[in-house]
DNA sequence: AGTTGACCTGGAGTGCACTCCAGCTTCTAC
DNA sequence: GTAGAAGCTGGAGTGCACTCCAGGTCAACT
């Protein structure tokens, strides 16, 4: 099963620029061609670019997901390395993860007070309303 | 109690040349000036500050700090629009919460995987070891 | 009085990750 | 056989959030 450009943008949820972008920077590998010279991704070239996502999502920045993908064409070799870049990842995600939890706390905390503040502003309304 | 700009730096977390930019954008207030014209920041501008840095963190774009900044100067009419900044944004931290913990998980698959290609290996070199 | 170091301003430069464009080719449907 | 949609390439442009720089001022110490 292959897939045009358009179908794999659509899967992966990058846009078809992006895509090509990646492919130039040596992101993901070129995928087939087919007879009219247009790009037929394969599953497992979808599969690489859903886990692609996958660090995206979480921050990696290109240039360690190019050394990644780099590593992957050196076979098992390199898996320690590739290891260590994850378990490394993994941690910034977690600490990323309890960052934002801090900050939803201050958050929560923010719009509590103006929920109160909108209460106060309802009861002068009210008072204001009652005494009219 | 007034800091100069270093210590201000130093407390945010942020570097000088952020805050002069900040100032610059109108993301903070100009801080007062001490008699030889320097910035001389206040425990409000910090907590500001500090409270910004919060919605930095949580990936709040700049554009919106400055409606929120700009609605803060405008006072109490304005505080459903905040609060609605404020709960709008905490869905999004939600939101990229669970993202982050979606791709945690493959992460986690990825790397028990690395794992046991490295039990693997060591088998290999273990039998290999063995019958030298 | 001179040196050092922190701070000042306006403006230019940077890095990242796309995103868009012009001009061309190729397939599909009528 | 032609119109329109989809794709191609190389290269330029964009938006964001800083970050750096040159050339100057000011205060404190020696």
Redesign the interface.
């Known amino acids: 099963m292959t897939y045009a450009i358009a179908e794999a943008a659509h899967q992966s949820g990058l846009s078809i620029d992006t895509l090509r972008y990646y492919e130039r920077i040596e992101l993901i590998d070129p995928p087939a061609r087919d007879s009219g010279g247009r790009r037929a991704y394969s599953d497992d070239d979808l599969a690489w670019l859903n ?1 692609l996502t ?2 995206r ?2 921050g990696m920045p290109i240039r360690l997901m190019r050394e990644y993908a780099k590593l992957r064409h050196q076979g ?1 070799a390199t ?2 390395r ?2 260590q870049i ?2 490394e ?2 941690k910034d ?2 600490d ?2 309890a ?6 706390e ?3 905390y ?2 509590t007070n ?2 109160q ?2 209460r106060d ?1 309802a009861g002068v309304a009210g008072y204001e309303e009652a005494t009219a």
Not at 99 to 104: N, S, Y
């Open positions: 886990f996958k660090l999502t979480t098992l898996a320690t590739r290891k994850l378990v990842h993994r995600v977690l990323r993860i960052d934002l939890q801090t900050c939803l201050v958050l929560n923010k719009i103006y929920e503040i909108e502003l």
